[in-house]
């Protein structure tokens, strides 16, 4: 549940619905708690919806489950760059590094926190000198108690320039040529300043003249900075950035690039596979930083039977995409790529391993249902191979020959052991089987020694000691009935076998014996016990037909006499009789 969770979250981060997997990885955590991944990607995820503060809890949460895994401290340092805690993501992304020092990850994660906390410490920004002047209430104040200004306030572009300076104090070069602005600005700043005439030009100097209302008169020095912020120098306007050559010539390869990837994948379809490696080629030639050509061109050689290019082409595939920090989903396709090709070469159950392992890779990166299914499939060739690999039918009869010695002597644990290492050798053989549910049953192992019986019957249904092996099990276990069917089984392979005659003997002997009411009560108790434990006689027992014939055997003989003229009834009676529910006087 928790795996399918998961493979949901993974899916719409993916797909760029970053709440859905939010949501899909927190149902996973409730379902496994202690699973650090999962916390790992929903740190991820949480980054991606730029909630770093969460994203820095899960990242914590990561590593306190699971302090050696370096992804979690990548996770760790990426969180506390989102909240420019440059120093804390520093100090986390060298703690990873520690665990795995080749960490291309982490090596580029710290750059990144360097760069930034340089950045940080050098971008110091100076205060607005105005941002006193126009602040809180005391502006009001002061523009309402001066004549001149107090009128102008009841013009509504007037009061709204004020406010828009009170709220941004740098935007004052905007409203500096406002001859109120101006007129205000001296009452804030409790100087006069002289304002343009009614021509609106100043006089012939183009200055202002400025003197204090009250004595004493300020130093030049301090004149001589306000009037440097009365009138501050206009910033100068960004020049438009321009284009380098360089990245006007990059920006053309890679547009030359995709076009050589798209010929080259409409040729793949076409199974022309050696145009299609030319196209990726020159892709790759092109660019680089997409290793998508080399995943391609790997899946090119992949159908080509060019497996050891396609593991090269893999192999380049995930060193770079390490190194440009490319998709985890990217990195994980070129694992199974990898891994297929493995499997294409794989001549022994060894061969296997390396194919497992690229797989086991990919789905760390990411869990992709086809990749799940090419581990499985690896998994179980390797298995059937080393069956295959250790099948020797010689060596499985001298086995069974030991084992068969070893039964003689009653040493049956040891001859279990034979058997078991015979059935390896050959696991055909239906007399091994047959041979040891017989030492199953010495040692009063029924369910297991029925089980080999019944395999035994599976592989050869004409060899009948499967038959008496499984009737005398089941006639142990007093299930009478079911040991009475399979020796009438057996006895239609070999009609005149002597030990399945004899078991049929038995088992009606013992079905008589309760249709009598020859069980002893502690008998009778067991049998009952067992026959209400069998869904056979729970479905009989809860069939209304025969809740109105057992109460008809009870109560109105005469009507009972056409229900047992029933062949169908017949049989269920028989068999409540034979569980010791249903007594016959």
Not at 267 to 284: M, N, Q, V
Not at 357 to 377: I, S, V
Request: aromatic share 6%.
């Amino acid at each position: 549940m928790a795996d399918e969770a998961k493979a949901k979250g993974n899916s719409a981060f993916q797909s760029g619905d970053y709440a859905a997997a939010v949501k899909h990885f927190t149902d996973a955590i409730n379902l496994s708690p202690t699973n650090h991944v999962l916390y790992s990607n929903r740190s991820a995820a949480y980054a991606s919806l730029q909630q770093f503060h969460e994203a820095l809890e899960d990242a914590k949460k990561t590593v306190e489950i699971k302090p050696d895994w370096a992804k979690g401290y990548s996770r760790l340092g990426s969180a506390q760059i989102g909240l420019k805690q440059y120093e804390a993501s520093i100090a986390s992304y060298k703690k990873g590094l520690e665990i795995d020092p080749n960490n291309d990850a982490l090596k580029s994660g710290l750059s990144d926190a360097e760069e930034k906390s340089r950045a940080a410490s050098s971008s110091y920004q100076q205060p607005n000198p105005f941002a006193d002047v126009f602040a809180g209430p005391e502006m009001w104040a002061k523009l309402t108690a001066d004549p001149g200004t107090r009128a102008l306030l009841q013009q509504p572009d007037f009061k709204s320039m004020m406010q828009d300076l009170q709220r941004n104090p740098s935007s004052l070069n905007l409203y500096l040529k406002d001859p109120r602005v101006m007129q205000a600005l001296g009452v804030l700043l409790n100087v006069k300043i002289k304002t343009p005439d009614a021509s609106g030009a100043f006089d012939a100097a183009n200055e202002m003249e400025m003197e204090m209302e009250s004595p004493p008169r300020p130093p030049a020095a301090e004149v001589e900075k306000k009037k440097r912020e009365v009138v501050p120098e206009p910033e100068p306007e960004p020049e438009p950035m321009e284009v380098t050559d360089d990245l006007k010539e990059k920006k053309e390869r890679k547009e030359k690039a995709l076009k050589e990837k798209e010929a080259g994948n409409a040729a793949y379809k076409k199974k022309d596979f050696d145009t299609a490696i030319d196209h990726y080629t020159k892709a790759l030639e092109l660019d680089d930083e997409d290793i998508s050509y080399l995943t391609n061109r790997a899946a090119v050689y992949l159908e080509m039977g060019k497996y050891d290019e396609c593991i090269k082409d893999c192999d380049k595939a995930v060193e770079r995409g390490r190194e440009l920090r490319a998709d985890y989903k990217m990195i994980s396709r070129a694992l199974t790529r990898k891994g297929s090709a493995l499997v294409k070469m794989a001549k022994c159950s060894k061969d296997y391993l390396p194919a497992i392992e690229a797989f086991q890779k990919a789905l760390t990166e990411h869990r992709n249902p086809d990749t799940l299914k090419r581990l499985n499939d690896a998994e179980k060739a390797k298995k059937d191979l080393e069956q295959k690999e250790y099948f020797d039918p010689k060596l499985a009869d001298e086995e069974r020959e030991k084992g068969n010695e070893c039964f003689k002597q009653m040493k049956y644990p040891e001859a279990i052991k034979h058997y078991t290492e015979a059935l390896r050798r050959n696991p055909g053989d239906p007399r091994v089987y047959s041979n040891r549910a017989a030492c199953y049953t010495k040692l009063a192992a029924l369910p297991e020694g029925l089980k080999d019986a019944e395999k035994c019957i599976e592989l050869d249904p004409t060899f009948t000691k499967g038959y008496t092996r499984k009737g005398a099990i089941q006639f142990f276990m007093k299930e009478y009935d079911k040991a009475l069917e399979t020796y009438q089984e057996g006895l239609k392979q070999d009609p005149q076998n002597q030990e399945l005659l004899d078991g049929v003997r038995s088992c009606i002997g013992q079905i008589n014996k309760a249709s009598r009411g020859d069980l002893t009560p502690d008998e009778l108790k067991e049998r009952q016990e067992r026959g209400f434990q069998d869904p056979e006689v729970q479905s009989i027992l809860s069939d209304p037909v025969m809740q109105q014939v057992l109460r008809d055997l009870q109560e109105n003989p005469k009507a009972s006499h056409g229900h047992m003229k029933n062949p169908m009834v017949m049989q269920k009676i028989q068999k409540l009789i034979s569980a010791g529910i249903v007594q016959m006087k």
